[in-house]
């Protein structure tokens, strides 16, 4: 049986490539991550990064590398995904959204529906484009609940009730939540 041999089916083309890619150029590293079917343990996901090392004549003389097992790593990011695409199926269904501030930068990242809630177009932002999208009679009050949630001695979760004027000139309610981490 050939190395080939012993990927899976589906991730075969990768691994060639790569192999390939060094082969014929010079200097090229490669890195391929794919899946083989182990006797003993079933499926596993490794890791082969490794370069070629050619003769004066340009042809390829030898490849040195390493092949590592990442099934543990692999399997930790397909659970990341899987529980991420738990949460945005749960937030819409709610018909919630998520957001992050970092008061440093004064950034404001967050989901779709939080573009799309303020009228937004683009994640990261300025905290002052959310800010100009509230109805100015509370802009203060929220100004004062970040700042509260912000300060350690204080150091209360966020939850303040808030106006969203739209360009339609429609106004929404807005209920919000967080916990500032220190």
């Not at 949460?87 to 939080?114: C, E, F, K, N």
């Not at 573009?115 to 009679?137: A, C, G, N, T, W």
């Not at 204080?154 to 939850?159: C, E, F, G, I, S």
């Amino acid at each position: 049986e050939s190395w080939i041999d012993s990927i899976l089916p589906d991730d075969r083309e990768v691994a060639a490539d790569a192999v390939h890619a060094a082969l014929n150029r010079k200097d090229v590293e490669f890195r391929a991550e794919f899946r083989i079917r182990h006797p003993a343990r079933g499926v596993r996901w490794l890791v082969s990064m490794g370069y070629t090392k050619y003769a004066p004549d340009g042809s390829p003389r030898r490849m040195t590398g390493v092949t590592v097992d990442i099934t543990s790593r692999k399997d930790a990011e397909i659970k990341a995904e899987e529980l991420g695409r738990q949460r945005q199926l749960a937030l819409t269904a709610a018909r919630m959204g998520w957001w992050h501030y970092d008061p440093t930068s004064g950034i404001v990242s967050g989901d779709g529906r939080l573009m799309e809630l303020f009228e937004v177009h683009e994640s990261p932002l300025d905290v002052e484009k959310i800010f100009s999208r509230m109805h100015p009679e509370d802009v203060g009050r929220v100004r004062a609940a970040v700042a509260d949630a912000l300060d350690p001695a204080v150091a209360r979760p966020y939850l303040i009730e808030y106006r969203v004027c739209r360009s339609d000139g429609s106004v929404r309610w807005v209920e919000a939540h967080g916990v500032a981490s220190f």
